[in-house]
T-cell receptor, first 116, second 110 residues
Framework: NAGVTQTPKFRVLKTGQSMTLLCAQD?????MYWYRQDPGMGLRLIHY???????AKGEVPDGYNVSRLKKQNFLLGLESAAPSQTSVYFC???????????????FGPGTRLTVL | TQLLEQSPQFLSIQEGENLTVYCNSS?????LQWYRQEPGEGPVLLVT?????EVKKLKRLTFQFGDARKDSSLHITAAQPGDTGLYLC??????????FGKGTRLSVIA
């Protein structure tokens, strides 16, 4: 059981380049999330998904797109990277909780992205 | 917008000391989760508190959920260097994503 894995672990981009971050989970969780973590800002939700084929915006969605074509994968895309997107990106998944509750979130190890 | 304020932001203590970290909001949450994050890793869940006034213990860590379910605290007894890390609280409201606080960075010096 690998849990939540993220690819790549590190990446350096030039301004304007595009890239896709891949998140995979093997726990059959319904919910998946993408966060960014910046010093002093905590975890901020970018986009999330409550099931295969669904996506929704979080707190800071601008400049990012996501897709959930398969239940186990959640992709985060940057179409035209900007220095403000330099951050550590975390993917998480969670099972469907009781009575609409979310339940425990399981996080991946993170991707450290630098945009020059 | 639901906000969770954590205090203090930073805490540096000697091994063996006790400490308390606070997580406060003006909003009511159906549950409060506490996570610990170590450098270079993702957060890992420590505990979930659900009922107002609930107290949960995890070895030397004691978690409490406020009676009104708007606040929570984490108390560590006899801190050890292994307790070093970023402690995050996260509030859950029905049918909405978790809201995370900005965290308390704890450093325990041997």
């Amino acid at each position: 059981n690998a849990g939540v894995t993220q690819t790549p672990k590190f990446r350096v981009l030039k301004t304007g380049q595009s890239m896709t971050l891949l998140c995979a989970q093997d726990m059959n969780h319904e919910y998946m999330y993408w966060y960014r973590q910046d010093p002093g800002m905590g975890l901020r939700l970018i986009h999330y998904s409550v099931g295969e084929g669904t996506t929704a915006k979080g707190e800071v969605p601008d400049g990012y797109n996501v897709s959930r074509l398969k239940k186990q994968n959640f992709l985060l895309g940057l179409e035209s990277a900007a220095p403000s997107q330099t951050s550590v990106y975390f993917c998480a998944s969670s099972p469907t909780g009781l009575a609409g509750r979310v339940g425990t979130q399981y996080f991946g190890p993170g991707t450290r992205l630098t945009v020059l | 917008t639901q906000l969770l304020e954590q205090s203090p932001q930073f805490l540096s203590i000697q091994e063996g000391e006790n400490l308390t970290v606070y997580c406060n909001s003006s909003s009511v949450f159906s549950s409060l989760q506490w996570y610990r994050q170590e450098p270079g890793e993702g957060p890992v869940l420590l505990v979930t508190v659900v009922t107002g006034g609930e107290v949960k213990k995890l070895k030397r860590l004691t978690f409490q959920f406020g009676d009104a379910r708007k606040d929570s605290s984490l108390h560590i007894t006899a801190a050890q260097p292994g307790d070093t890390g970023l402690y995050l609280c996260a509030g859950e409201a029905r049918n909405t994503p978790l809201v995370f606080g900005k965290g308390t960075r704890l450093s325990v010096i041997a």
